[in-house]
């Protein structure tokens, strides 16, 4: 079984305007390694190609009137927040980003492939029910959720490593026990949201985990919060299926974020939750890519070591250049560490009454 | 006047064409000196070299140390200090006690040297091909960057095979420029390539006979859509011709794949020197009776059949029952073969079409036809052929960087992609001309892909990258038109 990767040249289309962080350049370098390696070549890894979006997909999530602000919006061109504007002709970029976490979701459940990453754009995970926002259209990654749902799976676990918080998939899942969403976040960062206390409500309260991590955290504080709650999570919750959120903007050289995240760092951490769905969930792992604005020095090396590892190939030489270690020295922060361990000893006072892990851990 | 040679398995064609076309067939055994003293110094000459290198390529495993300079991602063997970026920075420097170590350590017959984003700078393979140059001399060494496409780890193992011919390629240059020092290559797309571009990314003259194939029958028959069988000595080659030209295919050899492009062809290990021990065997020993050899061939049993190839008295050891079920074979074989295809013309070449061509046509349910000089329309493809050439080139304007499959060439501010794409044609064609294309030749550039993006930084456009295929296609020349 291999690693399929969702990609078409189209993905490099959309572009707000010639100058914005969320341009087609995020893609260019990436695409350079991968060919370089021979990575489309490897028995090991399978090209697929998207199939756009329909509007009952989007449906699945969005509002009909959300949807046909988008649609009308695409023909004169428009504004949703001061970073996310609709250019011209957006709706089809963004049908064929969604539906290209669809189409991996739908390889993956047919054992095409094992696990699948998607190298969609635009991103999708700070766009709720009704409204974009945050260089965001559609949520890809929550439509592709309620697709797998729709074809039979009960439980999703959606791990958003994106610096940013995932308010949008937050909003949608946050009375939904049938969708664990965690995410790892810079905080306080926009979009301000993400506060460790916000737990969900109703049915679908304990279900929703903020992991608000400070600027500064390295490979050290991404593997304790592994180890400590996300991993025993999925254990605990038995998924059918773990859905990434995969922001790339955690790496160290990120010009929109502060943290400190190698791309070695990253490529560990796919390995450990592959080996982790291998044994909860058949391995059924679809990543979808969100943010990542480092596009020289972080995307090619993280987006290569993600496949590396969810291909099953050596990641031992998954690294940056060495003329970018200086930047890495000045953001790391080793006061980040300790802060960590402080907020996950409240998160998990704050959740033991919803799972059994960490009451275990209280009664040692 | 154009002059082609097509080296094979067991003889040598030459074509010689000005008003008329005249051909000839030398042994093999006769050796090549003795091929190339038959043909005059005057006017061009195109050489289509794939026999002997297939036979190195195919031959025992050589002697090669590859030291490759990966930098971050996969791992690779092989691997030394040193990173270029995609951009064609270098990023991390090369570490020359490492290599001196490394080469005195051991005792190889070839080095090849491949260096990951090398086609953006080649500058570390340079750097490992100078420590390297003071141990082996420079037909020893292949570097990758002129390979000129991205994909490293098919480019190592392109690198490799270079490495293992390029001595080979140098010494057959050197017999060949003794008759006329301006000659060509073919290659295996069937254009024709200078001997000092061959040098570069030697395995282009790998593979080379479906190509002459392919554009000997099409100049021969100008039929645009039919299938070619070439019926050779040691094998029978397939060619599907569409629109003229042939399809072309990446080669894989010992399972992986190279970044050499050659001719679609199915190629049959059946052909007239195919002996005949119980049945007809798939290899040849030696050549057939009626050309002075001890074990008795397919030749030998087309003789027995009625024909007269050769010295068709010697062909006699067979007793016609086993002539004619070894022919029966071999037409049962070819023709399903050639079905797969569904062809609606078959064109016969090669010294054995005229004798076998109508049989086959006939199992395959398909019109065959076997134009005049067939026998030798390889090296009449080989002497039509044009001078082509396919390049990659990846634009820099903030580094200010243009490389040209691997080397670095002028950079000019082009104002947009019009007058971008118009500045690298005129390199292409300058390239062209000093090989001594006709104008008529080059005037047609194709451009194969073009990508290009802004590079953004602090919210503004510091630099425009380009990536781009152009090619001279392969063809036949307007001069021999």
Redesign the interface.
């Known amino acids: 079984m291999t690693c399929g990767i969702v990609y078409a040249p189209s993905y490099l289309n959309h572009e707000q305007s010639p100058s914005h962080p969320e341009r087609r350049e995020r893609l260019s370098y990436t695409l350079d390694q991968l060919v370089e390696e021979g990575i489309f070549d490897l028995p090991q890894i399978t090209l697929l190609t998207p199939k756009p979006a329909t509007r009952d997909d989007v449906l699945l999530v969005h509002t009909p009137e959300y949807l046909q602000f988008l649609e009308k919006t695409s023909i004169t061109g428009g504004i949703i927040d001061a970073d996310t504007y609709v250019p011209k002709d957006l709706i089809h970029d963004a049908l064929l980003a969604a539906g290209g976490a669809i189409t991996g979701a739908d390889a993956v459940l047919n054992q095409v492939v094992k696990n699948c990453f998607v190298l969609a754009r635009p991103p999708g995970h700070h766009a709720g029910r009704s409204q974009g926002a945050g260089f965001c259209y559609l949520n890809n990654v929550a439509i592709m959720v309620r697709h797998l749902q729709r074809r039979g799976l009960r439980r999703i676990m959606i791990l958003d490593w994106d610096a940013h918080h995932g308010n949008g998939t937050e909003e949608i899942f946050y009375d939904d026990p049938s969708v664990l969403f965690c995410s790892v976040h810079q905080y306080p960062f926009y979009p301000g949201s993400g506060r460790f206390e916000d737990i969900g409500v109703g049915d679908g309260k304990g279900y929703n985990i903020n992991l608000p991590i400070p600027a500064g955290s390295s490979d050290k504080v991404y593997q304790y919060l592994l180890e400590e709650i996300i991993l025993p999570l999925a254990d605990e919750y038995m998924p059918d299926a773990i859905a990434i959120s995969a922001g790339q903007d955690n790496h160290f050289t990120d010009p929109l974020t502060g943290l400190a995240l190698t791309a070695h760092g990253y490529a560990g951490l796919m390995q450990e939750i592959c080996i982790l769905a291998d044994s909860i969930c058949y391995g059924r792992i679809i990543a979808v890519l969100e943010g990542g604005y480092s596009v020289e020095g972080g995307l090619p090396y993280t987006n290569l070591g993600l496949i590396a590892a969810m291909a099953g190939l050596d990641i031992s030489n998954i690294r940056e250049p060495e003329i970018y270690q200086d930047i890495l020295e000045k953001v790391i922060s080793e006061d980040a560490l300790p802060q960590v361990i402080k907020m996950v000893s409240e998160l998990k006072k704050k959740l033991s009454d919803h799972w059994y892990f960490i009451r275990r851990y209280d009664f040692r | 006047m154009f002059t082609g040679i097509d080296i094979g398995g067991t003889n040598t064609d030459i074509a010689v064409i000005d008003s008329q076309i005249n051909t000839y067939k030398v042994p093999n055994s006769d050796g090549l000196e003795n091929a190339l003293s038959k043909i005059s110094t005057f006017g061009r000459l195109a050489v289509s070299t794939s026999q002997p290198l297939n036979e190195i390529i195919t031959g025992h495993t050589a002697d090669i140390r590859t030291i490759t300079i990966?930098?971050?991602?996969?791992?690779y063997p092989g691997a030394v200090k040193g990173?270029v970026?995609?951009?064609g920075d270098i990023?991390?420097p090369i570490d020359p006690n490492e290599i001196q170590k490394i080469i005195k350590g051991q005792h190889a017959r070839a080095i090849a040297i491949a260096g990951?984003?090398s086609v953006r700078n080649d500058t570390l393979e340079k750097q490992v091909y100078d420590i390297v140059s003071q141990y082996y001399s420079d037909e020893q060494i292949a570097i990758s960057s002129p390979i000129g496409a991205?994909?490293?780890?098919?480019r190592i193992h392109t690198t490799k095979f270079n490495a293992r011919i390029k001595g080979k390629v140098v010494s057959l240059i050197r017999q060949i420029q003794r008759v006329n020092p301006d000659f060509y290559f073919v290659t295996s797309t069937g254009g024709l390539t200078s001997p000092s571009r061959a040098l570069l990314n030697p395995m282009v003259l790998f593979h080379s006979s479906p190509a002459t194939v392919a554009n000997g029958a099409y100049y021969l028959s100008r039929n645009e859509n039919c299938l070619v069988i070439d019926i050779g000595g040691t094998t029978t080659e397939l060619v599907p011709l569409k629109d003229g030209k042939p399809v072309y295919e990446s080669v894989v050899l010992d399972g992986s794949?190279t970044l050499i492009r050659a001719v679609s062809a199915t190629s049959i290990p059946y052909g007239g020197d195919s002996c005949i021990r119980s049945e007809l065997c798939p290899f040849r020993a030696g050549n057939s009776r009626s050309f002075g050899g001890g074990e008795p061939t397919l030749t030998d049993a087309l003789n027995v059949m009625g024909a007269r190839i050769g010295d068709a008295g010697r062909s006699a050891v067979l007793d016609h029952a086993d002539a004619q079920r070894a022919v029966h074979q071999y037409l049962e074989l070819v023709s399903s073969a050639v079905k797969e295809y569904h062809p609606h013309i078959l064109v016969g070449t090669g010294y054995l079409a005229h004798y076998l061509l109508s049989d086959i046509a006939e199992r395959a349910q398909t019109t065959g036809i076997v134009p005049e000089h067939a026998a030798s329309a390889n090296a009449v493809g080989a002497a039509v052929s044009k001078v082509s050439l396919e390049v990659h080139i990846h634009v820099d304007t903030e580094r200010k960087r243009l490389t040209l499959n691997g080397l670095s060439y002028p950079y000019k501010d082009a104002r947009d992609e019009e007058h971008l794409i118009a500045y690298v044609k005129e390199l292409i064609r300058d390239i062209a001309r000093k090989e001594g294309a006709p104008e008529e030749d080059i005037a047609d550039i194709q451009v194969l892909s073009y990508?290009s993006?802004?590079?953004?930084r602090g919210?503004?456009?510091t630099a425009t990258?380009t990536d781009m295929i152009l090619a001279i296609a392969p063809g036949i020349s307007v001069e021999a038109l």
Do not use: Q, T
């Open positions: 990966p930098g971050p991602g996969l791992v990173a970026s995609h951009r990023v991390e990951k984003f991205l994909d490293f780890p098919a794949k990508s993006y802004d590079v953004v919210w503004r456009v990258i």
